[in-house]
Nanobody
Framework: EVQLVESGGGLVQAGGSLRLSCAAS????????IGWFRQAPRKEREGVSC????????YYADSVKGRFTISSDNAKNTVYLQMNSLKPEDTAVYYC?????????????????WGQGTQVTVSS
């Protein structure tokens, strides 16, 4: 059974940083895409950043480019999202997800397994 457990969310002031972690179990990272998504109240879920475990290619939403960095530690089956220069508009529940679709991008519809989410709140 695939399980994804996010951690690292919290309350931070604008300009601050947080690092989210997603610990995965029940599969290996070698042939999957891993992504971070977020959903703010009354908004659709959006892809924030995704990484291919096979070749390490990454995707970032325009709104987070230059501020967020995704990385993975295949030995630990863990993916991270380093978030710097946080803004109030980054406030959302952040989800980790895994896609079994070969060549998956960062569309939420491509992702099969989801974590429970972790709240990130950025105060102004």
């Amino acid at each position: 059974e695939v399980q994804l457990v996010e951690s690292g969310g919290g309350l931070v002031q604008a300009g601050g940083s947080l690092r989210l972690s997603c610990a995965a179990s029940g599969f290996t990272f070698d042939d999957y895409a891993i992504g971070w998504f977020r959903q703010a109240p009354r908004k659709e879920r959006e892809g924030v950043s995704c990484i291919s475990s096979s070749d390490g290619s990454t995707y970032y939403a325009d709104s987070v480019k230059g501020r967020f960095t995704i990385s993975s530690d295949n030995a630990k089956n863990t993916v991270y999202l380093q978030m710097n220069s946080l803004k109030p508009e980054d406030t959302a529940v952040y989800y980790c997800a895994v896609s079994t679709v070969l060549g998956a991008g960062c569309g939420s519809y491509e992702y099969d397994y989801w974590g429970q989410g972790t709240q990130v709140t950025v105060s102004s």
